[in-house]
């Protein structure tokens, strides 16, 4: 009892710290205009302006340290389990209608990681023309792009960080062809959920480092982007079942049944509400992502709740109803030897994968296993990370092998 009354303190703070570093606008209700959200470096010179502008007085104003309040406080309640696709929706809506305060044109863009997976250096994006690269040595502090010599004043007064994964190297990230095969295996939403957060998402924010890999992270607006991906990919996995837009399953942080009636926690609104991008309240959709049909939207059937009565039902440890079976908690202890033994066990076949299928000088080469540690401090699933490794590893490998094969085809006809 002492731990959820603990946890509903720690809630109850972090929201109380948050809503006083910046405003949480109430989500529009049906959609007057559908906006459309793009691949960032697809924007016009005077849109991608446009959007710098608007986060630039976002960070004067000081709401980036709000929103990586907000994240941090709560981070154990929409990480590792099935609030995670859907509350980082509505944090991103919040970020946009906030936007959308200072320019009512602004729109919230993505960020394609997955076109230079193998070479993220080269990426426009984490260059001084859009949002910056590493920090410089010593203090990691970014010097340039749209966020050059930012500060930030949570959790500490400190300028914006990044450090690099290798140092000078973000190291790869994951093909968009290795996040599709994770499309075409998972069924269910808590599968698809677990594989995406613990392998695609997971390496961006490792790679990128410094106040990227933390959980105040949304301090950096490079956050709402790669997370706007995130959402773009599960958007891509709902079109392809129209079910998908009206239900869910799995559990939450506290191994309780999560439904489309499940409140979110800081917004406390229903899970089902945030399950259609162009729905009432969200009113956008992605350029390449088929729209869900109105048919699908979901039909609340509860009253609005209080922030307070939200908190609580999240926190509480009321037993399950009948025919809710809660999931069995496992030995702590078991369960971190399991997960360990998984990790190294993923390093052993990693290593043994690299030997046998890529050429150091010509092959393209898939990330590196995030490590145990880095893992756990961040509510993730060693186990499954090591599964998505050996996911994208595969994939890597198929795309190597294709690469040889048109060079030979191209070296025959030459």
């Excluded at 401090?377 to 040889?404: F, L, P, Y």
Aim: glycine share 8%; aromatic share 12%.
């Amino acid at each position: 009892m002492f731990k959820y009354i603990c946890i509903i303190l720690a809630v109850l703070i972090g929201e109380a710290v948050a809503k006083s570093m910046f405003p949480v606008p109430r989500l529009p209700g049906a959609c007057s205009q559908m906006t459309v959200r793009r691949d960032v470096v697809t924007l016009a010179p005077a849109e991608l302006q446009r959007f710098i502008r608007v986060v630039r007085e976002m960070h004067r104003r000081g709401w980036m340290d709000g929103f990586g309040s907000m994240h941090d406080h709560i981070s154990h309640q929409i990480h590792g389990n099935e609030q995670f696709f859907a509350w980082h929706r509505r944090f991103l809506r919040h970020f946009e209608l906030l936007m959308q305060e200072i320019d009512p044109e602004a729109v919230l863009p993505y960020w394609n990681w997955g076109t230079y997976w193998n070479n993220p250096l080269a990426d426009p994006v984490l260059s001084a023309a859009y949002f910056g690269g590493n920090g410089r040595p010593g203090d990691n502090c970014v010097l340039d792009g749209a966020q050059a010599r930012w500060g930030r004043n949570y959790p500490t007064r400190n300028c914006l960080t990044r450090r690099y994964r290798y140092g000078t190297n973000t190291g790869s990230f994951w093909p968009m062809r290795a996040v599709r095969d994770v499309m075409n295996s998972a069924r269910t939403h808590a599968q698809f959920r677990s594989r995406i957060e613990n392998g695609a998402h997971g390496i961006v924010h490792l790679g990128l480092g410094g106040d990227f890999e933390t959980m105040y992270a949304p301090v950096d607006v490079l956050f709402f982007l790669h997370h706007a991906t995130i959402d773009k990919v599960w958007a891509e996995w709902q079109s392809r079942d129209p079910l998908r837009y009206r239900s869910v399953d799995g559990y939450d942080s506290l191994r309780a049944p999560v439904t489309v009636n499940s409140p979110m926690p800081f917004y406390g609104e229903e899970v089902g509400s945030a399950l259609a991008t162009n729905g009432p309240g969200y009113c956008y959709v992605y350029d390449d992502v088929p729209a869900a049909p109105s048919s699908a939207f979901f039909k609340s059937r509860r009253a609005t709740f209080s922030a307070l009565n939200a908190l609580v039902n999240i926190t509480s440890a009321a037993p399950a109803s009948p025919g809710e079976q809660q999931r069995p908690e496992r030995s702590e202890t078991a369960a971190e030897a399991t997960a360990e033994e998984t990790q190294a066990e993923a390093a052993e076949e990693a290593a043994e994968f690299y030997a046998r299928h890529f050429n150091a000088t010509r092959d393209f080469k898939p990330p590196s296993p995030m490590g145990t540690q880095w893992l756990k401090g961040r509510h993730m699933d060693v186990a499954e990370a090591a599964r998505m490794q050996a996911v994208v590893n595969r994939v890597v490998a198929q795309i190597n092998i294709e690469r040889r094969q048109q060079q030979e085809e191209l070296g025959a006809d030459s």
